[in-house]
């Protein structure tokens, strides 16, 4: 059967007996569901909130920026924050559902029941090194509930200055709710929702200081979810406790720290596909086509949590030293369809519909992030000039532990139309798992030079050493890559007027390759040269009253390796650089408040491509698969004067077209949703209480969603149905 590593989804050797005329030497990572059935519980305080309705926020300071307090709207580069507010408006069961809020965001493999996996620019994020908590590296292979996340942010582009290896896509960063910061200030409530189905869901959220002058300060969580998502089939539940508090110990120092425990069972979902050469009609999105007797659910557990203390010190300069830990338990799980041996295609569906089925089941596996962070910044002059300096520390750790033995057995076939010829499960393990070790030291230096007034230079550098190994559970095919470089970034701000940003800026972001340990690799267990991502990004940005509005313009280039030669036999293959893959594009986002009407929107073109390939020249200038050419997010939202409280909004979402397959032969065509929400904010008996009602997919649309294509295997995903979900929260 398909050897699977556990740790990347990435299979490593064919099931040749049954699958003789396979084309390709991997097999796909299994189709990955996720759960679409979190009611996002987002809690508020006993005091009135502010309800001006920020989609997305550019004017508040971003942890991920590493460049300290500045607002991202004066900031030389594109990022965005999705607030706790926006969060709860759209029932956020997960972080793609409020990043594709941005349209420079897109689905990518993102499967429901299963981890997020998203693409930004076009790129796909790496869920081991792309992804950030409290500003520190964590792993996202694991469902992330939102029920104490404070905000969500978004670094947009080549990352390295923010991070020592990482897709160059961008950069997300979970921020976890803290205590109140006034002495005064209490939170109490509860919440409960209904909806993407027939989920139900509970939530509490509790927070406020006590002890001697109110120095100490707590935040705690608790959410609960039955899960009966629109799919069928798909029933599970999830569970969240977090406690956040803070201590301080005086007026210039902080201590901070919390943990949160969650855990999320669900039957897995699978993807859809081409059935021979077609594309398959658009359908409702409501079936599970792997559902059997004998299907198990996934599960999903973690505990995470930071430890962090702040000292102000003389001269207005600032330390921070932070820990953070994160332990995560899977049991990977799913009756996979894939391929067709009947007719001889590995890469798609029969034209019947019909499929080959396997019992995938990889249980146990463990996986553990460590990170020690220490960070000084403050301001001085040197040369007569301002600089606002930074200089931070990183030594962290990645550990893969799974089981030693996976299964991935063929059980039979089955069809699109719900029959099955899959009698029993296959749950033996019979192939071995892969074990992963990573400890990495990084040291950031940062600098915001003010040239005048108007005009800063902004300089940033992060030498990064790695050392990581792998090996199969028995000890073979063990790799060990170990080495170090730079990474640097640079920027120019000029403030045309106050109302007017313009800024130029070039970065870096590195990742690494190496070739597999195996016979028919002629340089099997060597490195490649680092795999080093080059961005150039020149914006606008204005702001002036309650409007605000940007524009950039972008170009990114990857490089891609590959393997060069049959790769059927010992010392058949060599793993090489291999050209290119080029993202340009244009970013457009404007946002305005004019009396009771808030209207946003965010547009994104991207031109993707392969360059420069040698291995096959005929896939230079093919457009990358299931990037749309353009994306449209757009909002529009009235305030009843007459009704005080009472607002209505519709979203509009729309994707251009996108290759399926590398030729361009079949396209998935572009589609567009619309969405209704009503909001009521109230006293009943002196309680707030706020109330949502809302209407996903309003005209019931059905559509493909996207059409990735992972490891020699299309995929297709079908858009949400329409749903209805009702969600209230009373502030005590």
């Known amino acids: 059967m398909a050897f699977f590593s556990p740790l990347s989804r ?69 990022a965005v924050t999705i607030d706790q507010q926006t969060l709860q408006d759209i029932g956020a069961q997960r972080v793609s559902d409020a990043l594709r809020l941005d349209a420079s965001v897109a689905d990518s493999y993102n499967s429901p029941a299963y981890w997020d996996s998203l693409s930004v620019r076009g790129y796909t994020l790496d869920n081991r090194y792309n992804y950030r908590r409290e500003g520190l590296p964590i792993s996202a292979e694991t469902m992330i509930g ?166 102000n010190l003389e001269g207005g300069w600032l330390w921070t030293t932070q820990y953070g830990a994160q332990r995560l338990r899977t049991d990977d799980r799913l009756a996979f369809a894939y391929g067709c041996s009947a007719q001889e295609l590995w890469d798609r569906f029969c034209s019947d519909g019909s499929f080959d089925l396997y019992d995938y089941r990889s249980d146990n596996e463990r996986r553990s992030s460590d990170a020690l962070q220490t960070k000084l910044s403050g301001v001085m002059q040197l040369a007569g000039l301002n600089h606002q300096l930074g200089i931070g520390l990183t030594r962290s750790r990645m550990l893969d532990r799974p089981s030693p033995m996976q299964a991935y057995n063929w059980a039979g076939t089955g069809n699109i139309d719900g029959s099955f010829d899959s009698p029993e499960a296959q749950p033996t393990p019979g192939d071995l798992n892969t074990q992963r070790s990573e400890y990495t030291t990084e040291i950031a230096l940062r600098d915001r030079i003010a040239l005048s007034t108007q005009t800063a230079l902004w300089l940033g550098v992060r030498h990064t050493r790695l050392n990581r190994a792998s090996e199969r559970s028995d000890a073979s095919r063990a790799v060990q890559d170990e080495r170090s470089f730079n990474t640097p970034w640079l920027a120019l701000t000029h403030q045309i007027t106050p109302a007017y940003l313009v800024y130029g800026s070039y970065g870096e972001g590195i990742e690494t390759d190496v070739a597999p340990n195996r016979s028919r690799y002629t340089n099997a267990g060597q490195a490649l040269p680092a795999l080093r991502s080059e961005q150039f990004e020149i914006g606008v940005k204005g702001q002036w009253q309650r409007t605000h509005w940007q524009a950039s313009v972008f170009d990114i280039t990857r490089p891609q390796s590959g393997d060069q030669g049959s790769c059927d036999a010992d010392n058949s293959c060599t793993r090489k650089m291999d050209g290119q893959a080029r993202h340009r594009g244009l970013e457009l986002a404007a946002g305005t408040t004019q009396g009771a009407w808030t209207l946003q929107s965010s547009a994104a073109w991207i031109d993707a491509e392969r360059q420069n390939a040698v291995i096959d020249p005929s896939v230079n200038g093919q457009r990358a698969l299931n990037v749309p050419r353009m994306t449209l997010r757009a909002l529009a939202q009235y305030r009843f004067a007459s009704v005080p409280g009472l607002r209505s909004s519709l979203r509009v979402n729309h994707e251009g077209t996108r290759r399926v397959t590398e030729d361009g032969s079949i396209e998935l065509p572009a589609w567009t949703t619309l969405h209704l929400a009503t909001h009521y904010d109230t006293r009943i008996q002196g309680t707030r209480t706020q109330w949502t009602l809302a209407i996903d997919n309003l005209t019931d649309r059905h559509y493909w969603r996207e059409s990735p294509k992972q490891y020699g295997h299309y995929y297709l995903y079908p858009g949400a149905p329409r749903t209805l979900r009702l969600a209230v929260k009373a502030s005590f």
């Not at 390709?24 to 309800?51: E, F, Y």
């Not at 989609?55 to 991202?72: E, H, K, M, N």
């Open 10 to 78: 990435r299979p490593t050797r064919r099931f040749e007996a049954r699958h003789p005329a396979a084309a390709v030497p991997c097999w796909p990572r299994r189709a990955i569901p996720v759960a679409s059935t979190l009611a996002l519980l987002a809690l508020g305080s006993v005091h009135a909130q502010s309800l001006t309705d920020i989609t997305i926020t550019d004017t508040a300071p971003s942890q991920i920026s590493g460049f300290g307090d500045v607002p991202l709207g004066k900031a030389p580069f594109s």
């Open 146 to 311: 939102m029920d104490n996340k404070e905000r969500i942010e978004l670094f947009k582009g080549t990352s390295g200055i923010q991070a020592g290896t990482s897709a160059p896509g961008g950069l997300v960063n979970y921020v976890v709710k803290r205590p109140p910061s006034a002495k005064d200030q209490t939170i109490r409530s509860v919440s409960a929702a209904y909806g993407g189905g027939r989920s139900n869901s509970i939530a509490l959220d509790l927070g406020g200081r006590f002890g001697q002058d109110q120095a100490l300060g707590y935040r705690f969580n608790a959410a609960y979810e039955d899960l009966n998502p629109y799919i069928k089939n798909t029933e599970g539940h999830r569970r969240l406790f977090a406690l956040a508090m803070d201590w301080r110990l005086t007026p210039d120092s902080k201590l901070e720290w919390e943990i949160e425990r969650s855990e999320r069972q669900q039957i897995g979902v699978n993807a859809y596909s081409l059935l021979g050469d077609t594309l398959p009609a658009p359908v409702d999105g409501t079936r599970n086509i792997t559902r059997l007797p004998w299907s198990v659910p996934g599960v999903f557990a973690g505990t995470t949590g930071t430890l962090r203390f702040k000292q």
